[in-house]
């Protein structure tokens, strides 16, 4: 079970600092995480079967204005979610989900 110690700003790129209880800290792009909701509307949006969804370019395109978060807020104690641009806000991002897909050189290395 992954726990962020902290969740701050980050201004450049514009997204969250993650920094969780076992050491490791990365930027989350807002970007990213648009890509990455996890709810059934955006999984929907997806090529079936693919093998590596957050390797892939089968996104379709977000306008610019869809990838900017206008608020984060927690979700009981065990995940985090975004209202995207649209008023999209269904997306659970739980902890776990945010560690296991950690953006930064050294994890997706
Ligand atoms: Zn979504
Ligand atoms: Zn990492």
Do not use: Q
Not at 57 to 66: A, D, E, G, I, S
Not at 79 to 94: E, M, N, P
């Amino acid at each position: 079970m992954s726990t962020p110690k902290s969740i701050t700003l980050s201004e450049d790129p514009k997204g969250i600092v993650i920094a969780w209880d076992d050491g490791h800290s990365a930027i989350y792009p807002f970007s990213f995480l648009r890509k990455a909701c996890p709810c059934a509307v955006c999984k929907g949006e997806r090529l079936p079967f693919d093998p590596d969804p957050l390797a892939l370019p089968v996104y379709k395109p977000l306008p610019p204005n869809m990838t900017a978060a206008k608020d984060m807020f927690k979700i009981g104690r065990y995940a985090i979610g975004f209202k995207w641009g649209a008023g999209h806000d269904t997306g659970i991002y739980s902890f776990d989900y945010l560690r296991k897909m950690c953006p930064c050189s050294e994890c997706a290395g």
